[in-house]
């Protein structure tokens, strides 16, 4: 499922970057902060908004916010262009469910592959041995 969250919900809040990039760093506010409250937003079912805060919960504060923030570019839009596709990444991630696994047996033609290599292992170990006087 390609879930997209809609630009309506998000806030976006711009602050100065840190790190090198000279006199443009210092007076340019370049990092953007998203944010997302998952625990209002209309775009989710019940199931979907349990998912994403079960599975994000690390990332959520304590009123529902998911934020995620970008500062590695020189723009501004860039980093909010950035911050943007990291937040729909990772509530991609949250809302995906993995398929079962069906357990399954090796078949005999594996189980006799494997067999057959470990005999023949087995044999290059017993050549390795050291040969008594007596054989």
Request: glycine share 4%.
């Amino acid at each position: 499922m390609a879930f997209t969250v809609p630009d309506t919900e998000l806030r976006y809040r711009a602050s100065r970057a840190s790190g090198p990039g000279g006199q443009h760093v210092n007076k340019t506010s370049t990092r953007i902060e998203v944010r997302w409250n998952v625990a209002e937003s209309a775009s989710l079912s019940e199931d979907q908004r349990a998912r994403i805060l079960e599975r994000l919960h690390r990332r959520i504060d304590s009123d529902g916010v998911l934020r995620v923030a970008a500062g590695e570019r020189r723009s501004q839009r860039a980093n909010r262009e950035a911050a943007v596709r990291r937040l729909n990444t990772l509530v991609r991630g949250a809302l995906h469910r993995r398929r079962p696994r069906k357990p399954t047996k090796p078949s005999r033609a594996a189980r006799e592959r494997r067999l057959e290599r470990k005999r023949r292992r087995s044999a290059i170990k017993q050549h390795r041995r050291r040969v008594d006087a007596d054989d």
